[in-house]
């Protein structure tokens, strides 16, 4: 699983939780199998999640303007996004059954 399919999962997470439950049938099948599989791959995952994150979040911050207000912003976001993604994989690794889990996150 590569750090882009990681993303997308989040993201139709978040679309989901704006709609009524009735409409997120295939949102609910999504984040099942999605949570399996990144249970599946937890260490490949932290793996990647830990080295490539860090050289994606550089790359943005290199192509953004040399300003200093726009670099202490972007090495603050790294930080932010790093624990965000940390607090997030630890949760998965406390969580062993997706359906639960989708139906705590109102996928389901």
Do not use: W
């Not at 999962?9 to 009735?22: G, Q």
């Amino acid at each position: 699983m590569n750090t882009s399919s990681f993303f997308v999962l989040l993201a139709l997470l978040t679309v989901c939780s704006a709609e009524p439950v009735s409409n997120c049938g295939l949102f609910c099948n999504l984040c099942q199998q999605g949570l399996s599989l990144i249970q599946r791959n937890l260490v490949a995952i932290e793996s990647v999640t830990h080295d490539e994150l860090i050289g994606v979040i550089n790359h943005v911050c290199n192509l953004a303007p040399n300003v200093d207000i726009v670099r202490l912003v972007c090495d603050v976001a790294k930080d932010d996004v790093i624990d965000g993604i940390n607090k997030l994989l630890a949760f998965l690794k406390k969580s062993t059954d997706p359906s639960t889990t989708c139906h705590q996150l109102y996928l389901c």
